[in-house]
């Protein structure tokens, strides 16, 4: 059986929970087969005496099944790649956010100098029957990198986060580098069909990129083959997170503290793309236009700090300072206030105790490219007696998470009417739609993301030699 080798930005120690969706999913995947994960070590590496940055070998640590290599970057590196080009240029991109993104050259330099470095650094450790699985928007150009240096190796490509539509990709000035390094993939996924359609549009206007058989493309004297992999979570561990001690410890306290209460709970990244704000003037709204709410529904409102380097974050952050503290100062009561908010990291064991209290989740992001905390909300719950979701139709999840009540965030009044639904929902209402959605996270779950996608990574060369006998 060839070997799993995982390519990401960050790696996280395989026992460790991680707050973030790409280090609990390649975790994940990883320790189900074992393998080798390869990525930036999180440090910056000091200086040496003429100001140039030490290069450093891959650090190796064995942790169970899995070794971690990891390198350091020089600051500029970490400046222009990380805090750059992938942070400043692609993530608001990706999501739709042209008005944030910073297209300074030197940021494009920076991104590709660090995915040759990953090249050069994982090639020695390659062997030639390994399987590459790249994930997400740092490393878009690693396999191109890995072909220029003689890499013969099956690799995909994983892109965690939305692909925008073809103007919207335009406005990078490397788009068609970008998107023609795609290419040099074997198989590249997406969360959701409509992540798909964006490529292939792309692809087909910029690059006259023909579609052959069911799911590949042609372009640059390649054949890609594309498809959607929306990515899923462990269900059964979180089942079983929801009724350890910790868990039943939480849901209890909870349940107790707000007995007369109804609470709705929020759990992000506190990053400009999960529709903060517009949450808080929602849950403004619902307290404005239904009154009864009033000294009852509170929002715990989680926000995990996230790339607190960055001037949009720190806004982003003031932002939700401001108005939390408003609607606490408008609407609070002595013995009630309407929104806690919390910005600070809670350990993975207590979500799930946290998501089962709830009576309502809002996940309503302006735009991501699945979700998992929607997925998380529906494992945690008591099947008797399940809280409701509230979606954004703009969460890749909404794709496949229709029995949620699916709002739009942008609109206020929408959003808030949406929200008392959930609220007001009958039991059996409640317990039919939480079914259905309990059986698709259920049948579509992290080991049917991985293993679906590896699988069709497998085939990648015999699907090509068919596709040339047809052709
Ligand atoms: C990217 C894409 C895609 C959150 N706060 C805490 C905490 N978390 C955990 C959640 C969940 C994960 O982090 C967040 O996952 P998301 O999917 O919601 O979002 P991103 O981090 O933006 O992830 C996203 C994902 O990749 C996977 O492909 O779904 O669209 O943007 O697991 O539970 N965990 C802990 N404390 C927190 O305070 N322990």
Redo the contacts with the bound molecule.
Sequence with gaps: MSRLVVVSNRTADPRN?????????VRESLQQTGGLWFGWSGKVAEEADGGTPRTSEPHLQTVGNVTLATLDLSREDHETYYLGYANDVLWPVFHYRLDLANFDTRFAAGYRRVNQLFAHKLLPLLKPDDLIWVH?YHLIPLAAELRAMGCGNRIGF?L???MPPPLIMAAIPEHEWLMRSLFAYDLVGF?CEADLTHFSHYVESEARAEKVGRDCLRAFDRTLRVGAYP?G?DVDDFVRLAEANEGLRMFAGMREEYSRRRLLLG???L?Y??GLPQRIHAFRQLLACHPENRNSATLIQ???P?REDLGAYDQLRRQMDGLCGEINGDYGELDWMPVRY?H?????K??PGLYRASHVAL?T?LR???????K?FIAAQDRADPGMLVLSRF???AEQLKEALLVNPYDTQGTAQAIQRALTMPLDERIERHEALLSRIRKFDIRWWSSSFLQALKQVEHDDVELASKT
């Design positions: 929970a991680a707050a973030g969706g790409l280090a609990v999913a997400d994983f965690h986060i939305p969360q990515i979570i759990v992000d990244r990053d793309s999960k989680i926000a995990a996230s919390i600070r990291n809670v350990a993975r207590r979500l996940v992001p991501d490219g699945m979700n998992l905390v929607a998380e969460a890749g999840a």
